[in-house]
């Protein structure tokens, strides 16, 4: 150790007047001198106990500046210049790293010597106590990442080896849809093909009964006809090159729980299509063990450079892993969460029937929400992971009624819809187009809701268009009016189903606005315009001029119906509905809110969403608090200058949603 105390009594060098000319010939720009003096002090070991004294003169000023000392452990830097402090600061810290060596220079040829034999070093004396630095630098770095190291090499020792048939598990089922048919015509009438899944080639030609190539068309769907796996076909020479990646996860056991191992798997067909490259590497690794209170936690691990200048190496995890979807192998899941809280999370009929899905997400919010075993026993996998990408994201209601005491009051659907929604194995998009036509009174065949959702149909826009149209009818109009080169400026999504979904709501909005003119909804020429945009637009002209008033009668015409559905009192309170548009804006006006803005009056009108009034019993006729409902959940409930609910107001407003609510 460097005694600071017996240091700083050390006399300070003074500059020499006789700077020898050799030592700064080679130097361009230079700015700084140093001198060298050995210091030996009092100690049990004289030869460790020598101390070399280096002090820096700014040439400009003549004063030293700074004054480094060194013995054979350590250094320590003494700033003189302005005022005396210590410093561990190196000299490529002081003095400008890429300059250092071309502005610094020895004073004489004994300053020369003396810091190059202290250093044992045939370089310049400055490089001679740079390099001396860097090297004691990156030992002390070593010494302290090896204790972070050490217990994460230890805990990886853990990592045993993939079973036999993984790359295969690899191949068959996390790369299911890496299937193809390359293929090629020859001559007329013969198509040659090889399929990448079963690895044969084929040939079909004109006299063939039953052509396995018919239809053969680059990048359109098909089936193998030996294998029988769905395939997607290309065209030799259009597909030079071709990736298919996937992250595929494995589990295993551990001494104190289970851990989660991560592959990045990339699969490549390029011009020798028969022979595509397979690559994977582990990229995270997460541990699961409880803690001392029993409650579990996660460690995470990434192949990463370690503190962004070491070596490839497992290092902790900055970011968790978990918003990637993996598709997680099988075989061993049962075993690996025997012992876990994870037990009956049905996490093995999860993965073996959705092919990805964020494993992470669904072992974090099982936690919040054991709901998730009934459903995935009731064969709605789709929902649960469309579910947990919600719970993940922070989404306020993710559609589901997690308190329900039966899986259709979990779903909000009646029983057709839950079973119509088990044959499909639809996620939330199936979801909320089964609601909106149960809310129309419809009923929708299976074909029919997978034609709206692959078409891209917005679910609440199908609830207001069934209401007045039958849905093939729907169908085949949303498909003429997306030919329609005049309505681009109201649906300018890129994809093809953005576009469907923006120009049924522009439909469903001009219907509902020509309902509440109280045009004929019967008559096919309103129901069905040859020019939509200029029917909406008049439509939307007439409708400002009248809007007020219309709002207002249809708030006041739906005011019974919601009051015996959802008129509630509790503990002294009590909620109705607005019984016009004009006591909606009152209601924000007094309260400083934003319930009187219209977007609010349009959402009621147009079923999207309704407005209650929360009042004191014993004053009904003073706004108190606001709520907003969609979907039969409480959206938001505020009170004056937007406050948020008090402890008494969400106790009723739980006793509301619970009892009323939830039932309807």
């Known amino acids: 150790m460097l005694d600071k105390k017996k240091l700083k009594l050390l006399e300070i060098e003074q500059l020499v007047r006789a700077i020898e000319t050799s030592q700064v010939s080679g130097c361009q720009n230079l700015k700084y001198v140093f001198a060298a003096r050995i210091h030996g002090l009092s100690g049990k070991d004289a030869k460790k106990t020598n101390i070399l004294a280096v002090t820096f003169f700014n040439l400009e000023t003549s004063i030293p500046e700074f004054r480094m000392f060194f013995n054979r452990q350590n250094f320590i830097t003494e700033i003189l210049s302005p005022e005396r402090k210590w410093s561990n600061a190196t000299l490529s810290s002081l003095i400008n790293f890429w300059h250092g060596k071309k502005a610094v220079a020895s004073a004489n040829e004994r300053t020369a010597k003396l810091t190059c034999d202290f250093f044992k070093s045939d370089k310049s004396p400055y490089e001679a106590m740079q390099d001396w630095q860097k090297d004691l630098r990156d030992a002390q770095r070593a010494a302290r990442h090896k204790k972070e190291t050490d217990p994460i090499d230890e805990r990886m020792k853990e990592c045993r080896e993939l079973p036999k048939d993984f790359e295969y598990w690899i191949n068959e089922v996390a790369l299911d849809f890496s299937r193809y048919i390359y293929y090629r015509r020859p001559n007329k009438g013969r198509i040659e093909g090889y399929c990448t899944s079963c690895k044969q080639d084929f040939a079909q030609t004109g006299t063939t009964k039953k052509p396995p190539l018919d239809g053969a068309k680059h990048d359109s769907p098909g089936k193998c006809p030996m294998c029988k796996k769905a395939i997607t076909f290309k065209a030799i020479g259009k597909t030079t090159m071709l990736v298919d990646e996937v992250i595929a996860a494995y589990a295993q056991k551990t001494t104190d729980g289970f851990m989660l191992r991560y592959f990045k798997v990339t699969k490549r067909y390029c011009t020798h299509y028969k022979q595509p490259k397979l690559t994977r590497y582990e990229f995270v690794r997460d541990f699961y063990r409880p803690d001392d209170e029993g409650k579990w936690d996660v460690g995470g691990y990434e192949w990463d450079v370690y503190k962004q200048r070491g070596p490839m190496r497992w290092c902790p995890s900055k970011y968790k892993f978990k918003t990637s979807p993996a598709c997680l192998y099988t075989r061993n899941l049962r075993h690996v969460f025997a012992d876990t809280p994870w037990k009956y999370s049905a996490i093995y009929e999860l993965a073996k029937n959705t092919n990805r899905f964020n494993v992470w997400g669904y072992l974090n919010v099982y936690k919040k929400h054991p709901l998730y075993e009934y459903l995935i026993k009731a064969r709605l996998y789709q929902i649960v992971v469309d579910d947990v990408d919600k719970q993940l994201s922070g989404w306020r209601d993710s559609g589901l009624n997690l308190e329900g005491k039966s899986v259709s009051a979990v779903l909000r659907v009646d029983g057709a819809g839950f079973r119509q929604l088990q044959r499909l194995d639809g996620g939330f998009e199936y979801l909320q187009l089964l609601r909106s036509a149960y809310n129309a009174g419809v009923t929708l065949k299976d074909w029919q809701v997978k034609q709206f959702v692959e078409m891209g149909i917005d679910s609440a826009a199908a609830a207001a268009l069934l209401k007045y149209t039958t849905p093939h009818k729907i169908a085949n109009y949303c498909l003429k009016i997306a030919k329609d080169q005049r309505l681009r400026a109201y649906a300018d999504e890129r994809t093809p189903k953005g576009r469907m979904q923006q120009l049924s709501s522009f439909w469903a909005d001009y219907l ?68 016009s548009a004009d006591e909606v804006i009152a209601e924000g006006h007094s309260l400083h809110h934003c319930v009187h803005s219209r977007a609010y009056i349009d959402n009621i009108t147009k079923g999207k969403g309704f407005i209650f009034f929360v009042r004191q019993a014993s004053n009904p006729d003073k706004p108190f608090f606001t709520a907003e409902v969609a979907n039969g959940v409480v959206k938001q409930c505020r009170g004056f200058k937007n406050c948020s609910m008090t402890d008494e107001i969400k106790k009723f407003v739980a006793e509301w949603q619970k009892k009323k609510l939830a039932a309807a």
């Open 512 to 579: 509902q606005n020509a309902h509440l003119l109280e045009y004929d909804m019967k008559n096919d020429f309103v129901l069905f315009p040859r020019d939509l945009k200029s029917r909406h637009d008049e439509v939307m002209k007439l409708y400002k001029a009248e809007k007020n008033e219309l709002q207002s009668k249809a708030i006041q015409g739906m005011h019974q119906e919601l009051l015996d559905k959802f008129g509630f009192s509790y503990r002294g309170l009590i909620v109705r509905p607005p019984i």
